[in-house]
Structures are given as C-alpha cells and as structure tokens.
C-alpha cells in the first residue's frame, strides 16, 4: 500500500517537503484528537533537498498522510527531537482537533436555550475571526436535532476557556459524536470538524462488520478493569450543598452477583437541568456496573472487512475461538478508534481496532 508523507504550513497549508518517514502511527477516534508520531533519519542525500529543520517546525507546520492517494490524515506537529546517536529527528502531534486545545474562548458568550450545533458554530466563527486562523471547515450536516443547552449557560470571558474543554463537555451534556475528517476538496486539502448525532458510526445490523479469530483478527488483548466499578453512584449537577442538583443510582441486584457496595460520584458544576443530570447517571450506571472491558484487536488491513470498510464509532461483532475461549465467544462493542502502523521494510501495514465502551455478549 503506497504512502506518502508532507509537510506544510499551518497558516496556507503550503507544502514544504515530502520526505521519507519511518516508524509511522497515526489514527482515527471519537471525541477528542488522536496522536501521531514517526521518525525522520537524516542523511546527507535527504538535507541537499530538504532543509529539515524548517520542514519540522513544531507548532507550525503540519504532517500530511496520503494512502493509496487518499488523504487519510493530518494534524499539526507539536513536538520534535534529534537524536544524535541515531541521526533521527522523533516527531509527534495530533491531528487538527488539538488546535482547539490551543484556543481560548476570551469573550463573553450566553448559549442558553441554542442547540448544541449553533454553539460549535458560533465557537469556530469566533476563532475563525481571528487572523491566524489554520482554515479548520465545519460539518453539521449529521448533527441535525442536536438537544439545547440549558437556559443559563454561559461564559465568561476571564475564565479563558479552552475551546477544545468547551466540545467535550458539550459533547457529554447534550449526546453527541465528533470528530476530525480529511480529504480532497478539489485541489485542496480539506480537514473538517464534524458533528454526530446522536452518534457517529453504524450499528451492526446495518453493517454485518465481523471480525474473526482465527481469520481477520490476527492478535487481541482482553484487559478487564474493575477500578471503576460502581454498585452505588451520584452526579451532582450545579448548585451548593445540600441544594445542588443530583441523582443517585443503585443496583442492589449487584450484590447478589457478588460485587461490595462500591461508590464513585461526576460532578458538573455548569448542568442545571435536572433531566440532564439524570441522563448522565443512567448513562454511568450502564457503563460502570461491571468491570470494563476494552478490547484492542489486531486486524488484518486487506481481509474483510478491509480497512476503510469501518470508522470510528461503528458496531462491530468479534468472535473468537482459541486456548482463553475453547467454546468459543462473540460480542458486539463500537470501535472507539482506530490506529495504523503503515507498511516499512518487510513490515506489513498493521492496524488496532480499539473497543470500548457496553458490549453485548451473544450466545454461542
């Protein structure tokens, strides 16, 4: 699978080099940005070309990934070192939507009563008013119907908020996905903050994505995490003491399973909506009743379903046979992202599904 890698400016987006990097990852997922990283071997051959150190720029330049002609990826280049030993210079950063943890809403905003989508909207026309602004275009055509915030919330601008916090707990309030897209706009190299809702990605029966062990799923890791396990939980919504706005989750049925009384308590100080708060506690009793499971699977880029097929967000079954389940096990969970290894030397691409979040066990 051919690869290219670019460099270019933030501001303009002009390319400055392409040069041939190494050790590669990058990725894709939900609500936030995903990291990059790689290495750039300096030789005499490459620095008669390319001036290295302008091409690397951390905080203003940004990396450009194109697979197969495709433009699968770019962020900005935050952090850069040289290692003399190996004459390689390490790089990493994030794709775009880690410009907004760079940002901060400094002026006054009342958003009570707009729906979720006009507030992003708002957000991205006010930083976009700025000059030095990176050209970052925004989505909503899949965030229609987006829920309204509360009557009262604003901010203030000495709090200095940065936008980035501002989306994720956006997107925790008021249920919705986003996320960071790229591809061609004719010419141009289009990156675009996208807004989900409810969420982003498909359920498994409008997909039929199955993934198998033995078969597509090469390797997978399986930790379970009972830390986070709550048999009796709160969330606190704003207010003081005995008069902030709160709901309380308790499953008794818990205990006959075997698990202790075990608390843990969210507090959103912003939320004064008490239906709000409810939502989110009925969404943390669902996620936090039972050890989490994460499972990270190992998949074949050009099996079925091949890479491209899924996205971020996507509900896919796995079904595996092997020494840890002779009888063999299947479970439904959404890919909360996605990472790639680029093909190097006698490497093959390498690509991890992550999952996360409720799984469904299917009977075998």
């Known amino acids: 699978m051919p690869y290219r890698y670019l460099f270019a400016t933030m501001i303009g987006d002009r390319t400055i080099a392409e040069v041939p990097l190494r050790d590669v990852s990058y990725g894709w997922g939900l609500n936030g ?3 990059w990283t790689a290495k750039l071997p300096l030789s005499a051959e490459l620095i008669r070309t390319v001036d290295p150190q302008a091409a690397t720029t951390p905080a203003a330049v940004a990396l450009w990934i194109e697979r197969d002609g495709e433009l699968a990826y770019g962020g900005p280049l935050w952090a850069r070192r040289y290692r003399s030993a190996s004459g390689e210079l390490d790089l990493g950063g994030s794709d775009w939507l880690s410009y907004f943890d760079h940002r901060y809403l400094s002026a006054n905003r009342n958003y009570g009563g707009m729906t979720s989508a006009a507030i992003v909207e708002d957000l991205v026309d006010y930083l976009a008013s700025f000059t ?14 987006t829920p309204t915030a509360d009557a009262d919330l604003r901010y203030d601008a000495s709090e200095l908020r940065e936008v980035g916090r501002i989306l994720s707990e956006l997107s925790d309030a008021g249920g919705f996905d986003y996320g960071l897209e790229t591809g061609w706009t004719g010419n141009r190299r289009a990156k675009r903050l996208a807004l989900y809702y409810p969420e982003r ?6 997909t039929r994505l199955v993934l198998e062990h033995p ?15 709550a048999t009796d939980l709160f969330v606190l919504g704003a207010g003081e003491g005995s008069e902030a706005i709160r709901a309380r989750r308790t499953r008794e049925q818990a205990h006959t ?10 507090s959103y100080t912003d939320l004064t909506s008490q239906s709000e708060v409810d939502r989110l506690a009925d969404t943390a009793e669902a996620t936090y009743s039972r050890p989490t499971v994460d499972v990270d699977l190992e998949v074949d880029p050009d099996a079925v379903p091949h890479l491209g097929a899924y996205t971020p967000g996507d509900e896919v079954e796995y079904r595996i046979e092997d020494l840890r389940h002779p009888r063999g096990f299947a ?3 959404r890919i909360a992202s996605i990472e790639v290894s680029p093909p190097q030397d006698d490497s093959p691409e390498r690509v991890t599904l992550k999952l996360s979040g409720p799984r469904t066990v299917l009977p075998r």
């Open 257 to 266: 399973d075997g698990y202790p009384r075990l608390n843990r308590s969210w």
């Open 33 to 35: 940005p995903t990291d």
């Open 331 to 333: 479970a439904r969970q």
């Open 201 to 206: 990605g498909r359920r498994f029966t409008d």
């Open 215 to 229: 078969g597509s799923i090469i390797a997978y890791t399986e930790p379970e995490d009972g830390t986070d396990v």
């Open 132 to 145: 030095g602004w990176p050209g970052i275009d925004l989505d909503l055509s899949r965030a229609v119907g």
